[in-house]
């Protein structure tokens, strides 16, 4: 009986430790993740200046263990004051209008000692994405995407990031945007490995572009990880808050994941410090699984 009782208990302490190794393998491959419009630095926005907010938006990657982010309206010296102050991420990207240093960028930042950067480019969100400041239908202003391939140096995982920012009055624009977006994640990704897109889309829920994205008859479905998060959201209603306090519900920066990405928390964090605010949107978090 001693004797049953013991291998009783040794496959127990076997069982328990396999399933928290198994726990622990899981959480050492969590890929934290954010989309956040950083507002361009303009002198003219009183007390929400970039330099009273720079150290806020930094604070972000170190506080919630960034590994990865896709950013909105990144001037130059805005890239080189978060490159100072995260000396532990790089990141691709160039800026839209000359496709070197000149306008806003959709830089991707990542974490050195997580990801290697594979490959990576940025094309113009227009009828010639190639063709470099071209703008596209009735955009106000030259747009962009900026991808990269990457590999989870903990695992060798693989997977594509694309992060973007359509236009803000070109309601034909943000469409056929969206259009060319599924197009280059099909293209990129041929099916075969994990995708992320990031973005400030600059529509709703309820708009066609939305719906042209998250169409689950495109050959690579793209899912909103506000819908599939294990851990339910039940926050503030909105990502672009303007620099006040909104009632209503307006969020238009979204993180976009394909079939076979678990999403194991969405969040928006609504970050505010002695009335200043960390952008006139707030970053979108996702903490995701490959």
């Known amino acids: 009986m001693k004797f049953k009782n013991l291998i009783w208990l040794v496959a127990a302490l076997v069982s328990t430790m396999s399933c928290k190794n198994s726990s622990s393998a899981e959480e050492v491959n969590i890929l934290n993740v954010i989309t956040f419009n950083i507002r361009y630095n303009n002198p003219n926005d009183g007390i929400n200046i970039w330099d009273n907010r720079k150290e806020m938006a930094a604070d972000v990657f170190i506080n919630y263990g960034i590994d990865i982010a896709g950013l909105q309206e990144v001037k130059k010296q805005q890239l080189d004051d978060l490159l100072g102050l995260l000396p532990g991420y790089a990141y691709v990207g160039v800026g839209r209008v000359d496709g070197k240093t000149n306008g806003e960028y ?37 747009r962009i995407f900026t991808w990269g391939k990457f590999r989870q140096i903990v695992d060798d995982q693989e997977f594509y990031f694309i992060n973007t920012h359509f236009d803000h009055r070109g309601i034909e624009a943000r469409i056929q945007s969206s259009k060319l977006l599924v197009d280059v994640v099909e293209e990129l990704t041929g099916g075969d490995f994990p995708v ?95």
């Open 106 to 142: 959709c830089p991707i930042f990542y974490r050195k000692e997580e990801l290697i950067l594979m490959e990576s480019g940025t094309q113009w969100l227009s009828e010639s994405p190639e063709i470099i400041g071209s703008k596209g239908w009735d955009a106000a202003l030259p």
């Open 196 to 290: 992320i897109v990031t973005g400030d889309f600059n529509y709703t829920r309820d708009k066609e572009g939305y719906s042209i994205l998250t169409n689950t008859g495109n050959t690579t479905p793209l899912f909103d990880t506000r819908d599939i998060t294990l851990l339910p959201f039940d926050g503030r209603p909105h990502s672009a808050n303007g620099f006040e306090e909104r009632e209503k519900s307006k969020i238009i920066d979204y993180i976009f994941v394909n079939e076979g990405i678990r999403v194991k928390e969405y969040d928006i964090l609504a970050i505010k410090k002695d009335n200043i605010y960390i952008s006139d949107h707030y970053p979108v978090l996702s903490a995701l699984v490959l």
